[in-house]
């Protein structure tokens, strides 16, 4: 009877293990011991120690080596490890790509960007639906055969289309929002209800300059560093914790028309960085800053 061919590293299923909970002495011994005893190989593992908040957090990537493993089994069984230690925990698998909404508006360098890193392999999700409030953008989104919700957006109907947009949400089972330089401002209603799972581009470094034509006041101060910030969005507008920043050095000879290209470029990198980051688990929320294993 022929032997059954192991599995190839593209073929077997990794799986990410995160792991937040109060510092103590013994818990990376506990996580490692019981996934070696269950058969498990781990490929990559960072932890980080916050002393100030006295919070431990912990990133895992391992896959089963034994076919008397599964999944289930490890979440039952995990369960006792986690309750001693207090854990805040999950676990995910690599098979099924994470499924994403992505909101934009006229602008469609970050939209455009993202999916073409999607096509290059470089973001591992499913595009939901697009929602956008102008359909500037319907064409470029139709083009890759995603659903395209337009929802223009009032003073009258504000709230009426934020339901809609939370329901798009909810029936798509989008476990990430996007917000591609979707100039719309989220009541505070919508970003609790997307505590965690909506990332914004901001187009500036902040903390930076606020308000309308930030590339102009930039340019009216004289700045030599410009930048963008991928942040999750709360009800503090662009207060939410920081994911990824981009910047880049300029000079007297930059235009704000130069600004505005360089900062094009800056918000793609340090939005589908944030994206790529999220998606592959790799994001903490610590309090109002965040713990990022890149």
């Known amino acids: 009877m022929p032997h059954a061919k192991p599995s190839t590293a593209s073929e077997r299923e990794n799986f990410v293990v995160k792991i937040t909970c109060p510092a103590a002495t013994g818990i990376v011994a506990a996580v490692t011991t019981f996934l070696a005893e269950r058969k498990c190989y781990i490929s990559e593992m960072s932890q980080f120690d916050d002393e100030e908040s006295r919070r431990f957090f912990m990133r895992a990537v391992f896959h089963f080596t034994a076919q008397t493993s599964d999944e289930a089994t490890l979440r039952r069984e995990f369960a006792a490890v986690a309750e001693r230690f207090q854990m805040q925990w999950n676990?995910?698998?690599?098979?099924?790509?994470?499924?994403?909404?992505?909101?934009?508006?006229?602008?469609?360098?970050?939209?455009?960007?993202?999916?073409?890193?999607?096509?290059?392999?470089?973001l591992d999700m499913e595009i939901a639906a697009a929602v956008s409030n102008h359909l500037d953008l319907r064409p470029m989104a139709e083009r890759e055969g995603i659903r395209f919700v337009y929802l223009p957006v009032t003073k009258e109907n504000k709230a009426a289309q934020e339901r809609e947009l939370l329901k798009i949400v909810e029936e798509t089972g989008a476990e990430l929002v996007v917000l591609a330089r979707y100039m719309q401002i989220l009541s505070d209603d919508l970003c609790r209800a997307l505590s965690g799972r909506a990332i914004n581009i901001h187009h500036s470094f902040l903390p930076g300059f606020k308000g309308a034509k930030p590339y102009h006041q930039a340019y009216e101060r004289g700045v030599k560093l410009i930048g963008?910030?991928?942040?999750?969005?709360?009800?503090?507008?662009?207060?939410?914790?920081?994911?990824?920043?981009?910047?880049?050095?300029?000079?007297?000879?930059?235009?704000?028309?130069?600004?505005?290209?360089?900062?094009?470029?800056?918000?793609?990198?340090?939005?589908?960085?944030?994206v790529r980051y999220h998606l592959q688990h790799r994001v903490f929320l610590n309090d109002a800053r965040t713990v990022v294993f890149k």
Not at 92 to 119: E, N, Q, T, W
Not at 234 to 245: A, M, Y
């Open 228 to 274: 963008a910030t991928a942040h999750y969005v709360t009800s503090d507008l662009d207060e939410g914790p920081i994911i990824e920043q981009e910047v880049q050095r300029v000079d007297h000879t930059y235009s704000p028309a130069d600004l505005a290209t360089v900062g094009r470029n800056t918000e793609t990198v340090a939005l589908s960085s944030a």
């Open 91 to 122: 676990l995910y698998g690599s098979r099924r790509p994470m499924r994403v909404v992505i909101l934009a508006s006229k602008y469609d360098h970050c939209f455009a960007d993202l999916l073409y890193r999607r096509h290059k392999g470089e």
